[in-house]
């Protein structure tokens, strides 16, 4: 009788034999730029501004958005046409369950939320947060008003952690926009 020695067995291998595939979860929709252009067709220029928030600035948006103010630093793109000031462009990144959420969010000249969009999701479940319906559900909101997850933003079974966490980044950006605006650190 021959014995025939065992080779040691991957994970990867198993998922293989069991007719499974090994799938990336990490999808790249659009880079900032290109959603600076989708958030703004019109815009002919567009102006990365710097807005760094002192300690009171922090406390004051964390007390508006309702969470911690994650950086005292941003990147605030102002969109601008003809020299005339089409609104601001965001780019952030939440967890989703486990991973970033990279998304952006566009803000008129009046902080008014004109359009999100998942630039970035990396989670194995939950990418409804990136159907056109459920993202429509910002526009028109305020940092002031509707930004509230299972008040004024529908929540998804199977992507609850991402839209909380969506929902969450972009009423912090709402804030981030109206306190920078009110301090006069953004124009318009």
């Not at 793109?77 to 998304?103: C, H, M, P, R």
């Not at 991402?162 to 912090?172: D, I, N, Q």
Request: charged residues 15%; contains cysteine; proline residues 4%.
């Amino acid at each position: 009788m021959r014995i025939t020695p065992l080779l040691p067995v991957t994970a990867s291998m198993a998922t293989a034999a069991a007719g499974l595939s090994l799938s990336a979860f990490a999808v790249d929709y659009m880079s900032p730029q290109q959603a600076q252009a989708a958030l703004f067709p019109q815009a002919d220029r567009f102006t990365v501004r710097e807005v760094a928030l002192d300690a009171a600035a922090l406390q004051a948006l964390a007390t508006q958005a309702g969470a911690p103010a994650r950086s005292a630093q941003w990147k605030v793109v102002e969109a601008s046409q003809g020299g005339k000031l089409l609104g601001w462009v965001v780019v952030d990144n939440v967890v989703g369950k486990f991973e970033l959420i990279t998304y952006a969010v566009a803000l008129t000249p009046e902080g008014v939320v004109r359009q999100v969009e998942v630039l970035s999701y990396r989670e194995s479940h939950g990418g409804e947060v990136r159907l056109p319906a459920w993202r429509q559900q910002f526009v028109g909101k305020t940092a002031a008003n509707g930004l509230r997850l299972g008040q004024d933003i529908a929540n998804i079974s199977g992507a609850t952690l991402s839209c909380a966490h969506l929902t969450e980044g972009v009423r912090r950006i709402a804030a981030l926009v109206e306190l920078a605006r009110s301090r006069r650190l953004l124009g318009g």
